[in-house]
């Protein structure tokens, strides 16, 4: 089964309007984390937000918001009044456990065009 | 501070050749991760160092294998090139701090053709 997956290939959205980027989890670890990355066309992943397991509110970082509802295993990623820099593709990301290690699994990713 | 740098940035080579990437982490990083990109298969780790010792591997074959340095600098190294190994190469740097907040930083990757 997939662990992380995001459902939109492909999304555009109007300059400076809000847009929410989908991204559903599966884990039976109770403590895991979630990154979002972003990845232009130059290649380099850029990381956005992140989001712990006992995390009580929803992180937010500039722009960037995360949209966590534990109970679903979602966590959304909004973005508020997009620009055209904005425009990349957007991997979410899942890290299980707090024991030693490194091990990001990935996304599908969502390519996300903004219209001026 | 300087960002994770990976050389090189592109590369060709022919089938049945051996490709070495670098990557040099953030300064006071420990762990260094390597992740393989394909449109077909999308981010995929690799493996992970931290003193320079293999922490963690991901599902790939033995021609995949890697190294990292005392200074931390990590190389991956891929033997009997294949098609199939045409992809980007990413290699991610963190503190390596417990628990999940440990945030890796990547690279700008290594463009690997193979013809």
């Known amino acids: 089964a997939q662990k992380i997956t995001q459902t939109q290939p492909g999304m555009f959205v109007q300059e400076k309007e809000a847009v929410t980027l989908d991204c559903t989890y599966d884990t039976s670890d109770p403590s895991y984390g979630l990154f979002w990355y972003k990845q232009p066309s130059s290649g380099e992943m850029i990381f956005l937000i992140y989001q712990g397991s006992y995390d009580q509110q929803n992180a937010t970082e500039g722009r960037y918001s995360l949209n966590f509802q534990k109970a679903r295993k979602s966590a959304n990623l909004v973005i508020s009044a997009s620009q055209l820099g904005d425009s990349a593709m957007y991997f979410c990301?899942?890290?299980?456990?707090?024991?030693?290690?490194?091990?990001?699994?990935f996304g599908g990713g969502t390519r996300l065009m903004v219209k001026p | 501070k300087a960002g994770v740098t990976q050389t090189p940035r592109y590369l060709i080579k022919t089938r049945g050749q051996q490709v070495t990437l670098s990557c040099s982490p953030i300064?006071?990083?420990?762990?260094v991760s390597w992740y393989q990109q394909t449109p077909g298969q999308g981010l995929q780790f690799l493996f992970e160092?931290?003193?320079?010792?293999?922490?963690n591997k991901g599902n790939f074959p033995g021609r995949f294998s890697g190294r990292q340095f005392s200074n931390s600098r990590s190389e991956m190294n891929v033997s009997t090139l294949e098609l199939g190994d045409s992809a980007l190469y990413l290699c991610?740097?963190?503190?390596?701090?417990?628990?999940?907040?440990?945030?890796?930083?990547f690279g700008p990757g290594t463009r690997l053709t193979v013809l």
């Open positions: 991610a740097s963190s503190r390596s701090t417990s628990g999940t907040s440990d945030t890796q930083y």
């Open positions: 160092y931290f003193s320079e010792t293999q922490r």
């Open positions: 990301a899942m890290r299980e456990g707090d024991n030693a290690g490194n091990m990001l699994t």
């Open positions: 300064s006071g990083h420990r762990s």
